[in-house]
């Protein structure tokens, strides 16, 4: 009762009497439960938005992630028609991608339970797509290789982008920074860092693979 009634006694976001960081979330993210508590610092944020791209995507593509795509409920047949060549998929995914990272919608995804979900929904279904694409072994190695160097090239400078923005793009963020003694416009760069260079390593080594897999196939066949 002690410890309850010191922690009510400090202004929210200072933290807990024990010492513990007290995580200010935007409005409505507490609503959508423990697995949202963590978009309240951009870096992380960055880091949840790699995870989604690079990472659980690829297996959905080799065929491993039907409880991952059940969470992003099918679009359109058509949308999925022009999303099987990787140009489509890739420009698909960098819509999608580049839409979310605006500030408006940024802020609306994380501020409302219903655009939170649209957000995770549509990254995981378009990354699928877009890795589906790439990685089809029916699918011409030269297109494939085109659509991931261009996918770096662009994630790249959108991270690039919001490191040398200069300015707060996000200040939904402000209050979930400075809970955990950290600058805005630092933790701002830091998750634009985090797109710029760790998430485009596997998009890297996967453009390299089917490089290397399509000159071997050519070599073969001459």
């Given at each position: 009762m002690e410890r309850r009634r010191a922690d009510l006694g400090r202004p929210a976001g200072l933290g807990?009497?024990?010492?513990?960081?007290?995580?200010?979330?935007?409005p409505g993210v507490g609503r959508l439960g423990a697995g949202a508590a963590a978009v309240s610092v951009a870096a992380v944020r960055a880091q949840r938005h790699?995870?989604?791209?690079a990472r659980a995507a690829p297996p959905a593509a080799g065929g491993r992630g039907g409880a991952l795509l059940a969470?992003?409920?099918g679009p359109a047949r058509a949308g999925q028609r022009?999303?099987?060549s990787p140009a489509g998929a890739a420009l698909v995914f960098g819509l999608v991608l580049w839409l979310w990272h605006a500030p408006q919608a940024y802020a609306w995804g994380l501020t409302s339970v219903a655009g939170y979900w649209l957000m995770q929904a549509s990254l995981l279904r378009t990354a699928w797509w877009f890795w589906r694409a790439v990685l089809r072994?029916?699918?011409?190695?030269?297109?494939?290789?085109?659509?991931?160097?261009?996918?770096?090239?662009?994630?790249g400078l959108l991270g690039a982008l919001i490191v040398f923005a200069g300015q707060l793009l996000y200040p939904v963020h402000v209050a979930g920074t400075l809970?955990?003694?950290?600058?805005?416009l630092a933790d701002q760069q830091l998750g634009g860092l985090l797109m710029w260079v760790p998430a485009i390593v596997p998009f890297m080594a996967a453009a390299l693979w089917r490089l290397a897999q399509g000159l071997r196939r050519a070599e073969a066949a001459a």
């Open positions: 807990r009497a024990d010492g513990a960081p007290r995580t200010a979330q935007p790699a995870v989604f791209g969470l992003a409920a022009r999303a099987r072994s029916d699918q011409p190695w030269g297109g494939a290789v085109l659509a991931l160097f261009a996918t770096v090239a662009h994630m809970a955990w003694g950290a600058a805005p």
